[in-house]
């Protein structure tokens, strides 16, 4: 399987496709990345290899008549043309069974005796990801931000390029094409921080996400746990899908690295936030920033406060099922969106009392590590409605929570990994914090290095070894 980065296959198949990438001239780099990126993705599932070319050629053609076209209104129906093909795909194959259980059950509801069965449908991994890839490519054009890719290879790498094709980051055509179509030199190549981007998102993966997956499984499949363990359950999941995530985000990064072309950041360092947005300019970053020019600007979010909160709300609606078609994902982007109109609110309210001002560093410190573990705390309930699979656990969890925690509880031995890795993350991302350098390790001396890798090395003999257990986001 290697669309698993995570996998020994996976390793091998990017030392192939390195080796024979540095050696075939210019005009044929980019030819063979695309046929490995869709080698890459039939290895999950060939049958829907076409799937993936349908949506490919299809924006590629929809872009060229949106900027061929003779007036407004032709470029505004090859647009929508390309909204609607886009979000019927995104739809049919993500979304159909949700809907349309949803339907029979409300109709059920008012006295209709209907019957649904659910068609078999798989969900192609990776789709919510190129499919906004893609829709972003021709709204660009129509906007006149971007000319058309007229280079069939060039675009259609853009669209499968293998380091971010599952699991993103999102990127815009505007940032991924010309980085594609520059000239690449093996000497001008950053394999230190491509080496440490992949190591490091490997570890947090393997070491980090997978095990403490185990705690998470077991106490999300009691029916009724105690107050400390759905806290323990919150901060494990907290840890697993920011590892998980990032992780796969770091391997993506570093991959890309040694085919001299740079994706962006998608995390940086999110739980250090100090409000809601504040962690959505730090969490899945491209997706965030995708909805904010996608959705939320042209739907008047920067206009009047009517329309700013109605933006607001149908942007977090569809953040919430973008993550999946479950009700537990629309209950999750609906908290978020009480969340930041609260914290709106608030900060409207101390601004206006001139609440929380002062000039000692010392009080400013502890005011914003006050606020930073609250943000965390609010994140981490947040992840509860994530994880949950139905209102019923929601409601069960949410009871234990509030309703006491025996602090003796806490100090299980089971626990005692997960105790270790976040205070080994919050120390290292302390540092990344201050220093305000997300790889400031590989810039070290080289004992520093050495060091740094051996620990890595020594915990991942000692508790990890490559797995094939699929990232998180796989499902998205």
């Known amino acids: 399987m290697i669309y698993l980065f995570n996998s020994t296959d996976f390793i091998l198949f990017f030392i192939l496709v390195f080796l024979i990438y540095w050696i075939l001239p210019k005009k044929f780099k980019n030819t063979l990345l695309l046929a490995a990126s869709y080698i890459f993705y039939a290895s999950w599932n060939w049958k829907l290899l076409g799937l993936l070319l349908i949506s490919t050629f299809t924006n590629y053609f929809l872009g060229l008549w949106i900027h061929n076209a003779e007036n407004n209104k032709s470029k505004k129906l090859f647009l929508i043309l390309a909204i609607i093909f886009n979000l019927s795909l995104l739809g049919f194959f993500k979304y159909f069974n949700f809907f349309a259980e949803s339907l029979v059950s409300l109709l059920n509801s008012f006295g ?71 000239e690449k030199q093996i000497r001008n190549i950053n394999y230190k921080e491509g080496l440490y981007l992949f190591v490091y998102g490997l570890f947090k993966k393997v070491v980090i996400a997978d095990s403490v997956a185990s705690i998470v499984n077991n106490i999300f499949a009691l029916p009724n746990p105690s107050g400390a363990q759905v806290l323990i359950a919150a901060y494990a999941f907290a840890i697993q899908i920011y590892a998980d995530f990032s992780g796969y985000i770091d391997m993506a990064r570093g991959i890309s690295h040694f085919f001299g072309i740079e994706l962006s950041t998608n995390f940086n360092l999110p739980y250090f936030a100090k409000n809601p947005r504040d962690f959505w300019r730090r969490w899945n970053i491209t997706l965030s920033s995708w909805v904010r020019d996608y959705v939320y600007i042209p739907l008047g979010g920067k206009h009047s406060r009517f329309l700013g909160m109605y933006a607001l709300f149908i942007t977090w609606l569809i953040m919430g099922l ?69 209102f019923g656990q929601i409601t069960a969890f949410t009871r234990s929570l509030f309703s006491g925690i025996n602090i003796l509880e806490l100090f299980n031995i089971s626990y005692l990994y997960l105790y270790a890795i976040i205070v080994f993350m919050a120390i290292y991302e302390m540092l990344q914090y201050y220093k305000n350098d997300q790889v400031f390790i590989y810039k070290k001396s080289f004992y520093y290095q050495l060091a740094f890798y051996m620990t890595l090395f020594f915990l991942y003999i000692e508790i990890g070894a490559i797995s094939n257990v699929e990232f998180i986001y796989f499902q998205f």
């Not at 798989?122 to 007229?150: H, V």
């Not at 009700?327 to 908290?335: A, D, E, I, P, R």
């Not at 009480?338 to 409207?348: G, P, W």
């Not at 000039?359 to 573990?373: A, L, P, S």
């Open 112 to 182: 209709f005796n209907l019957n649904f069965t659910t068609l078999n449908i798989i969900l192609p991994i990776g789709i919510s990801f190129y499919t906004f890839r893609t829709m972003s490519y021709t709204i660009d054009i129509y906007r006149k931000q971007l000319a058309p890719t007229k280079n069939i290879i060039d675009f259609s790498l853009f669209d499968a390029y293998f380091p971010q094709l599952i699991s993103g980051p999102i990127e815009r055509a505007k940032n991924l094409i010309p980085k594609i179509q520059a």
């Open 322 to 390: 973008w993550h999946g078609a479950a009700w537990n994902f629309v209950l999750w982007g609906l908290y978020w969106f009480l969340l930041i109109m609260i914290y709106r609110i608030v900060k409207y309210i101390f601004q206006a009392m001139q609440l929380l001002k002062t000039k000692n560093n010392v009080i400013t410190t502890f005011k914003n590590w006050m606020i930073t573990i609250l943000m965390f705390h609010l994140t981490t309930y947040g992840w509860i409605l994530f994880r949950s699979e139905n």
